[in-house]
């Protein structure tokens, strides 16, 4: 099922265009790994998708029936960020926050799916201990359960291993997978590590100078 269709698009700046006319599908349990080297306009890019900035031109059309929040966002750490002095459960339950914004309160459904998230990302006897005192690859698994109670359909991540080591990163790799493969969540990633992230990966978007961009499917066949 196509979920989004990127048509003509053009990614950049007031007066800076970093990607030229963009063409792609990006369907329902797919893997899509960017990468590129700095300044190429990975981020751009997922912040278009996102509609937190606008496009230049072209047109980013959401298919069979999803949503703008539907689509969950893990956005590269700040350090001050990484400071942010909440616990665990209360960074978790606030990725409900989209759909309860007319509400003051969680929800039963929404304690249960926050309580599953801490669950599933192997944040269990963590609830009450305050963010800043976690450690790089907790937090990021915290910040995923949030990105999953906000979405069970598409989550966008940028670099969502930067800063970890290298045990830490392949554990973060093997969460992200087991998303994608066992609760089929469309997964779009931004990596500087071609190797490890495209191991899982099944499209490798590849943003290059000169506005230009390669599409390579797992098994290395372009598209
Ligand atoms: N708000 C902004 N206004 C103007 N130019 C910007 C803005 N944000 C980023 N840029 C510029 O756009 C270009 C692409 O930035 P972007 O962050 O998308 O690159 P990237 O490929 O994600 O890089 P990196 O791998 O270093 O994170 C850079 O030259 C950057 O300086």
Same mark, same amino acid.
């Given at each position: 099922m196509k979920?989004?269709?990127?048509?003509?698009?053009?990614?950049?700046?007031?007066?800076?265009?970093?990607?030229n006319s963009i063409n792609l599908t990006i369907s329902e349990g797919?893997?899509?790994?960017?990468?590129?080297?700095?300044?190429?306009?990975?981020?751009?890019?997922? &912040?278009?998708? $996102? @509609?937190?900035?606008?496009?230049? *031109?072209?047109?980013?059309?959401?298919s069979d029936g999803l949503h703008q929040t539907d689509i969950g966002y893990l956005p590269q750490q700040k350090i001050h960020q990484k400071n942010f002095p909440a616990s665990v459960?209360?960074?978790?339950?606030?990725?409900n926050l989209n759909k309860s914004k007319l509400r003051w309160y969680y929800n039963k459904e929404e304690k249960a799916r926050a309580k599953q998230n801490i669950? &599933?990302?192997? $944040? @269990?006897?963590?609830?009450?201990? *305050?963010?800043?005192?976690?450690?790089?690859?907790?937090?990021q698994r915290v910040l995923l359960a949030r990105a999953l109670c906000a979405t069970s359909k598409i989550i966008i991540l940028d670099e969502p291993v930067s800063g970890l080591d290298p045990n830490v990163t392949q554990d973060m790799y093997n969460v992200i997978k087991k998303l994608n493969?066992?609760?089929?969540?469309?997964?779009?990633?931004?990596?500087?590590?071609?190797? $490890?992230a495209t191991q899982d990966a099944t499209h490798l978007l590849h943003f290059e100078k000169d506005g230009k961009y390669t599409i390579k499917l797992k098994g290395g066949s372009k598209c």
């Open positions: 979920q989004i269709i990127c048509k003509d698009l053009k990614i950049g700046y007031e007066k800076k265009i970093l990607i797919e893997y899509w790994c960017i990468t590129g080297a700095n300044g190429m306009g990975k981020t751009t890019f997922i &912040k278009t998708l $996102l @509609k937190l900035i606008p496009s230049i *031109s072209g047109e980013i059309i959401l459960e209360e960074i978790v339950i606030s990725g669950l &599933k990302l192997g $944040l @269990k006897g963590l609830e009450k201990k *305050s963010y800043n005192t976690l450690s790089g690859g907790q937090q493969t066992e609760d089929k969540i469309t997964i779009i990633t931004i990596s500087h590590d071609v190797q $490890l």
